[in-house]
């Protein structure tokens, strides 16, 4: 499709297929419509198959880390096959591809972990051994600095498939992101949540990223117009952090950015696999500094840490 002959209301999104993934990307349609004055039905949404979809028979983190919920999708904005890409902005390489770039996040969501469970009311009640069933290394190692008798289980799937889990008594419990409960319409599933101050979301989490081609000025301008620049400046202290880090997810790394009034405050760790060690941080100043005090929060952490940390003890 021609630059010239584009229009917003003909904007084709690119994303996952999964039922959380056409929850965001309707979202990001809707707030186009809105923000441009057009029925956003207009708008094509492409669904793309990505290997993380594919990959269902092992960790991500054994198949290359990540970048697997997104490569596909990214492939084809830079062939010009989708003109924006819907992301979960957790999924994101810490660097992106030449040419790409986020110009727009919508509002965040509210950032906690929810823990689910048919056989306890929180994560301290579950029984000596329970089963918890997890993706995330992330997750995992902060359960097992907080409960490390707990037998720690992989689970894939989108979140009907891991809720099913728990009611087939195949896990106790699991712990999946708050936010994407609520975009399904599914909170009711959370049986507690789990505070920041105890357990560090990741770098994203409930954040939805719009990617662009740096060299696309018209949908550049359209994004602009449902920018929420307070998640956005978060968002890049964030990645900052993570990116100084070299973060993936084969490393257990957490981080959060607040934003009030016209302050920062960032709080970042970084966990050993086994949650035997861990190191904190936190850093606060002006959301003109973001993504400084990110990078600076990062490098002290891998210094603290070592080259060998992320090996295990």
Do not use: W, Y
Not at 74 to 99: F, M, N, Q, W
Not at 171 to 200: S, W
Not at 201 to 229: C, K, S, Y
Request: with cysteine.
């Amino acid at each position: 499709m021609a630059q010239s002959s584009r229009t917003t209301a003909s904007l084709r999104i690119g994303t996952r297929g999964s039922p959380l993934a056409l929850a965001q990307a309707n979202m990001v349609r809707d707030a186009l419509g809105e923000a441009h004055g057009f029925d956003p039905s207009g708008i094509e949404i492409v669904v793309i198959r990505t290997s993380g979809d594919r990959i269902q028979d092992r960790p991500l983190s054994e198949s290359g880390g990540k970048g697997l919920f997104t490569k596909e999708i990214e492939d084809a904005l830079l062939k010009r096959e989708i003109d924006l890409a819907v992301h979960s902005a957790k999924d994101l390489t810490t660097l992106l591809p030449p040419g790409l770039i986020l110009p727009a996040c919508l509002p965040r969501e509210d950032v906690r972990d929810a823990f689910i469970s048919r056989k306890a009311a929180n994560l301290a009640a579950l029984p000596k051994g329970a089963r918890l069933g997890t993706a995330s290394l992330r997750r995992a190692a902060q359960v097992k600095r907080l409960r490390p008798d707990l037998a720690i289980v992989p689970l894939r799937g989108n979140v009907e498939t891991r809720l099913r889990k728990l009611d087939d008594g195949t896990m106790d419990a699991t712990i999946l992101a708050f936010a994407g409960l609520k975009r399904l319409g599914r909170a009711d599933a959370a049986t507690a949540l789990l505070e920041p101050q105890d357990f560090l979301p990741a770098v994203g989490q409930g954040a939805i990223a719009m990617q662009a081609r740096e060299d696309d000025e018209l949908t550049r301008e359209a994004l602009a117009a449902i920018n929420h620049p307070a998640t956005a400046t978060a968002l890049a202290a964030e990645r900052a952090f993570l990116e100084m880090l070299d973060g993936s997810c084969r490393t257990p790394i957490a981080g959060h950015a607040v934003i009030v009034n016209d302050r920062l405050r960032l709080r970042g760790m970084i966990i050993r696999p086994d949650g035997s060690e861990a190191h904190e941080t936190a850093r606060e100043g002006h959301v003109r500094e973001a993504a400084a005090l990110g990078a600076d929060a990062g490098r002290e952490l891998k210094a603290k840490g070592g080259p060998d940390f992320f090996k295990g003890p």
